[in-house]
């Protein structure tokens, strides 16, 4: 099988970018062996949003029974307890090898260094009218599982909010297929000392944090990736709970210029193709012969992955290489595009690196590949996707505090404010404000 780059000009690409945008929040999208899936569970023919309302709304109701039920149906496993034990938990750390523990020790200490940066806690504000900065009470980090693990994404939703202050961390992820979370997931919650580990994925598991089961209390917000399934319940239960974003698939943009290793840069290419057939992998550049020498180097780099048919079915949607006429014309395509990564490389990506306009995350330089940002770099490795880095950056320490504002006003203040407000309420029609204020004046005068 032969896997290429798609060869585009610049406005070809900007098409790509206007048709995407248009397309929206993508999250419905699947695949026809996942659609079989879904009739098969349902005894019908029906859609991804449908089937994940239809669900949200069984365990919503039925609590921790309409939980294991979909958990057996949908993932082939009968959980008899959802929570995991702290001996297992233990059992699983004690059962690693010990260059993986030192892995995992090393990256939480990294990540948890770089987190704490982050940290805000003094009030903001001045006179008698401040912000005063308060950890979220309860949050559930999702972990994708099941047959593959991620580790890694257990540091990365759990330790931003125990810097924050978080009290109660639920780590949900779904079973194994010899029942409980993986052993790698178990491991990863142990050494950052999560007490409660939850047996249960996809959008049953968004169900019983938003909304709670007998056994499981409810949460103020829940983070982390997960698949099409996920992202939709997360949409569905936002609002009745807190939500960090709706992730899309993987995405990375490399803008190389002259002096990009072509071998680099098509390794990060593939490295990103290789989680899902949705994902993007696009590289911009204005050297002719380096475009050639990345695509050539793509297909030979991809027909040998391992995961080379999942890098197959993605470079046939959504990778390509884009000849360019110039680095303001590189630079305004991948903000366009607002890329989940944005890789700079060759001779210019220093001098390119504070010219980024829309990233959720930018790696400048050989040195600096995506594969390490998503393990140990520091930053979260939870990003924007569909064009969200307009508007957002990484899961960090701040969204797991809010800001409710207080105001305490001094005499002075409300004397010098009250004519003011009064003003506006009348305005606006609404005396009764306005009566509130008045009350107050009277009350203190002689």
């Known amino acids: 099988m032969s896997i290429e780059l798609a060869r585009l000009d610049a406005a070809r ?124 009470g309860r949050v559930g980090c999702y972990v994708p599982g099941g047959r593959a693990a991620y580790p890694s994404t257990v540091l990365m939703s759990v330790i931003p909010a125990q810097v924050a202050g978080v009290e109660h961390i639920v780590v949900v992820s779904p079973p194994a297929p010899a029942g409980g979370v993986h052993p790698l997931v178990a491991a990863a919650a142990h050494l950052l000392g999560v007490r409660e580990v939850v047996v249960a994925g996809g959008a049953q598991a968004i169900a019983a944090l938003a909304f709670g089961t007998e056994s499981i209390e409810r949460v103020d917000m829940i983070v982390g990736p997960g698949n099409a399934f996920v992202t939709l319940a997360k949409h569905e239960v936002f609002g009745a709970v807190g939500i960090d974003q709706l992730a899309g698939p993987s995405e990375i943009v490399v803008i190389a210029t002259a002096g990009a290793d072509p071998d680099m840069v098509a390794a990060d290419l593939v490295s990103q193709l290789e989680h899902d057939p949705l994902a993007w992998a696009v590289c911009l550049t204005d050297d002719g012969p380096l475009a050639e020498s990345i695509a050539t180097r793509f297909a030979e780099v991809a027909g040998d992955a391992a995961r080379r048919e999942i890098i197959g079915l993605a470079a046939g949607r959504h990778a390509a290489v884009v000849r360019c006429a110039s680095s303001d014309e590189m630079l305004s395509l991948a903000a366009a595009f ?109």
Not at 109 to 135: C, K
Not at 367 to 390: C, K
């Open 338 to 446: 607002a890329p989940e990564h944005l890789s700079l490389q060759g001779a210019a990506a220093e001098s390119l690196r504070d010219l980024v306009r829309n990233a959720g995350a930018v790696f400048v330089g050989s040195m600096s590949p995506v594969s390490i940002g998503d393990y140990v770099a520091g930053p979260n490795h939870t990003l924007p996707t569909q064009g969200a880095a307009r508007y957002r950056g990484p899961l960090a320490v701040m969204d797991f505090i809010r800001w409710p504002s207080v105001v305490q006003l001094s005499e002075a203040e409300f004397d010098a404010l009250a004519p003011v407000a009064i003003c506006l309420a009348e305005a606006e029609g609404l005396a009764a404000h306005g009566e509130a204020i008045q009350t107050r004046l009277r009350v203190r005068q002689p």
């Open 13 to 136: 690409f900007r098409t790509v970018i206007d048709e995407r945008r248009r397309d929206g929040f993508s999250a419905t999208d699947i695949d026809p062996a996942t659609a079989e899936r879904l009739e098969q569970l349902f005894h019908r023919e029906i859609g991804a949003r449908d089937a994940v309302r239809e669900i949200i709304a069984d365990v919503r109701t039925g609590g921790d029974a309409a939980l294991r039920e979909w958990t057996y149906r949908i993932d082939g496993v009968d959980v008899e307890s959802v929570h995991v034990g702290a001996a297992t938990l233990q059992a699983a750390w004690d059962g690693l090898a010990q260059p993986l523990r030192n892995a995992l020790a090393a990256a939480a200490e990294r990540l948890r260094g770089f987190h704490a940066l982050q940290l805000d806690v003094l009030d903001r504000g001045a006179g008698g009218a401040w912000l005063h900065p308060v950890p979220l």
